[in-house]
């Protein structure tokens, strides 16, 4: 994880997948490097306190949908206990006001390459964009996103691929490329 990562967003796959860790002898070999950097990307997300969310609650109610608010047994449902208990204290600028337009948001970025962009992840983007320093989104085994990255790129939006070899295979397979 760069320790120079300040704030950033994180796709609800990276605390999923950090949840393998709680039985390493069933993690498929191809995601072994995947589920350490995704623990890794979210312990240093709660020791910096460096998450960025929308101020409207979707992403957490979406971590809370996906992952056990007792805090237990994963890494990844302590992070979202983490994120229940702290979210308030976050400084006002990284919880960002999002406006829904439809099954977009009127933050997300008009680009032609984002058209087909998955709606829900768009809040992920919006965020981002939304935020005075976009920060970057952190992205585990979701494959679509690489796909989008360079359209990302083109609006000032950094997806950083936690498993980046694994993101792009799977992304090639889908493709056929």
């Not at 979406?62 to 992070?79: A, N, S, T």
């Not at 919006?126 to 976009?134: D, F, G, Q």
């Not at 790129?153 to 936690?162: A, G, H, K, P, R």
Request: charged content about 30%; glycine content about 6%; hydrophobic content about 35%.
């Amino acid at each position: 994880m760069n320790k120079l990562l300040k704030k950033c967003l994180l796709d609800t796959n990276v605390p999923k997948t950090a949840n393998l860790a709680i039985d390493p002898a069933t993690i498929p070999d191809e995601l072994t490097g995947c589920v350490l950097a995704c623990v890794e990307a979210l312990e240093h997300v709660v020791k910096t306190g460096g998450l960025v969310m929308d101020a409207g609650d979707e992403i957490f109610d979406e971590y809370r949908r996906q992952l056990d608010m007792r805090g237990q047994p994963g890494v990844g449902d302590r992070f979202v206990k983490w994120v229940h208990d702290n979210r308030w204290r976050f400084p006002t600028e990284d919880r960002v006001t999002i406006t829904r337009d439809g099954d977009s948001y009127k933050e997300f970025p008009d680009h032609e390459g984002l058209s087909d962009f998955d709606p829900s992840d768009r809040k992920f983007v919006a965020v981002a964009n939304a935020h005075p320093r976009k920060p970057p989104i952190l992205e585990a085994t979701d494959s679509k996103w690489w796909g989008w990255q360079h359209a990302l790129l083109d609006v000032e939006i950094v997806v950083n691929f936690l498993c980046p070899d694994y993101a792009r295979t799977k992304y090639e397979e889908k493709m056929g490329t």
